[in-house]
């Protein structure tokens, strides 16, 4: 069986043309699945009967399945998705004033185990296919209604996106082919914790597509005790590789900063963050640490963090607090996930 939102615009021609349609059905089938949102062969009207009788025989149209959503005061809808084998995943939908957001997970789980990440808690299940990332963005789209358009999709959600790279490069080319969903390819950013050959990947293969770090720390040994990945791809390695980075087609670099207090907070960490993205094009993020009930971390005071900011400002760096959305709903990626979890067990 073909999972037919898994391919890509030329792969959808080959499959056409393998079951001995013409070749401009790739065109119908993709604008009934990525324009009009369809979740069943029976809705292409303009295919023949035995033609969509032929299409459920050689393929299967796949839909997530909402089972629980969570809306907050500010607009922000978090989804938890079920696969078809069962394993859940969560989306979130981010409206902002003059666009729209949507966050997507990679993986159910995650291989990595950042100490303060919730979803590391859970280890790591599989990686998630092209269409089960691609039909995050449908079933969020169709469930908000087609005249709330999603405009930027970040891959910030559960999961690693460079670890299941040929995945990720799929969905992002259904995603930004006119022909198939059509979004910009600058509007779509891949978060890594810094999987060096996969940054690599990115810069060669999805040049226009922006680059997020999550950074977190401004000495080796810091980030070790926060992302034990580190030990193998480290602060001075990932730097190497951003200046190396063809920032010019994404403009800048993303630095996400959590801050956490006591950790990585201090003054002296703001000048060694500026020492260490110097020469980079760079657009720094301070995230507050998102508390969830256990969590060995805490949150900064506010004006601890805008004295952070004003050291990087100082220095020229564009450096930005990042409010987290939805503060009243399961606001830490996972949450919604492990709550869930409990309720059925
Ligand atoms: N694995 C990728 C993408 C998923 S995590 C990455 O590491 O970038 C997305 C972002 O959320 C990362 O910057 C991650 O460090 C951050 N994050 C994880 N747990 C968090 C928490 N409790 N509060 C705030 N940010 C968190």
Redesign the pocket.
Known sequence: MTDIKSLTFPELQEFVLSIEFKKYRASQIARWLYKKLATSFDEMTDISKEGRELLKEKAEIYNLKIVNKEVSKDGTIKYLFELKDGNRIETVFIPERDWNTICVS?QVG?P?G?K????AKDGFTRNLTASEIVDQYISVQRDIGIENRISNVV???????LLNFENVRKSIQILTDDRMVGLSTRKITV???GIIPGIRKMAKELPKVKL???L?ATDEKTRENLIPLNKKYSIKEIMKELRKYPADNVRRIMI?Y?MLEGVNDSLKDAERLANLVRGIPVKINL??????PG?PFKTPPREKIEAFQKVLWDRGIATFIRD?RGQDISA??GMLRGKEKKVTQ
């Open positions: 990679t995650c990595i950042c303060f990440c919730f979803t891959f910030m959600g559960m999961g690693e996106p978060s890594t914790c997020a770090l999550s977190h996400e959590l995230i507050p640490f998102n508390p969830y969590s987290s830490a990626c």
